[in-house]
């Protein structure tokens, strides 16, 4: 079950976005994603968080031997009436340092060890779907980035145009074209991107619009920035 306690729902979704989860409750999680707003957000943030570890280890490509080998050191193992993997202390042992290294990290980060981590958050939705989130924001030191995390792509020879409103402002300024894999990030931004704006997605031709001041289609996603 999903908790409705907000920092035990922000544990999941860490332990969920880190892989520590067991695989009934990552299919929990999976399934209740469609529906669950804060859920959406708390996993965003956590991803924004995480992805940049990955560039700390350079990718590598295992020996195309390696499970052969392993396989066949297993054969040789000698066989004993109660293997020490099926014995619950190393597993236990194995779980609770696992959750140490998640909570360790997850507080890191929380600290600021990160140099990334967001300080605003936005959540896009049609009006006509208030509680259905198709776009999710982050606004940190390091810029916008926004995702798409529904099926929303544009229809054929469209595209959407991210736009940032300020508060109490009418005008609104381009901010750019979303790709066709639903995610823009953007290092430089423009003063209207701050708390209490506005973001909103308009469907435009494949370029944008070619007002930079203002959507020539239909404005279809819009959502507040609000602090983390």
């Given at each position: 079950m999903i908790p409705e306690d907000r920092e035990e729902?922000?544990?999941l979704a860490g332990e969920y976005v880190l892989g520590l989860l067991e695989p009934m409750q990552q299919r929990e999680v999976e399934a209740a994603l469609a529906s669950n707003a804060t859920l959406r957000s708390a996993v965003a943030f956590w991803e924004e968080q995480l992805?940049?570890?990955?560039?700390?280890?350079?990718p590598a490509e295992p020996p195309a031997d390696l499970w052969n080998k392993i396989a066949a050191r297993l054969d040789q193992t000698p066989q004993v009436s109660a293997r020490w993997w099926n014995r619950p202390a190393p597993w236990r042992w194995a779980t609770g340092g696992f959750a140490a290294v998640a909570a360790a990290l997850l507080l890191y980060i929380a600290l600021g060890g990160l140099p990334s981590a967001p300080h605003y958050i936005a959540?896009?939705?049609s009006p006509q779907q208030q509680d259905r989130t198709s776009f999710i924001?982050?606004?940190?030191?390091?810029?916008?980035t926004i995702r798409m995390v529904t099926a929303a792509s544009p229809p054929?020879?469209?595209?959407?145009?991210?736009?940032?409103?300020?508060?109490?402002?009418?005008?609104?300024?381009?901010?750019?074209?979303?790709?066709e894999n639903?995610?823009?990030?953007?290092?430089?931004?423009?003063?209207?991107?701050?708390?209490?704006?506005?973001?909103?997605?308009?469907?435009?031709p494949p370029g944008g619009s070619p007002d930079k001041h203002k959507p020539?289609?239909?404005v279809l996603f819009a959502g507040a920035i609000e602090s983390l």
């Open positions: 729902l922000n544990a992805h940049p570890l990955s560039s700390l280890a350079a959540t896009l939705h924001a982050t606004v940190g030191r390091n810029g916008l054929p020879g469209r595209a959407y145009e991210l736009w940032a409103i300020a508060p109490g402002a009418t005008a609104a300024q381009a901010i750019g074209v979303i790709p639903g995610v823009l990030r953007v290092a430089s931004l423009p003063p209207d991107v701050q708390l209490g704006a506005t973001l909103a997605i308009s469907l435009e020539s289609g239909p």
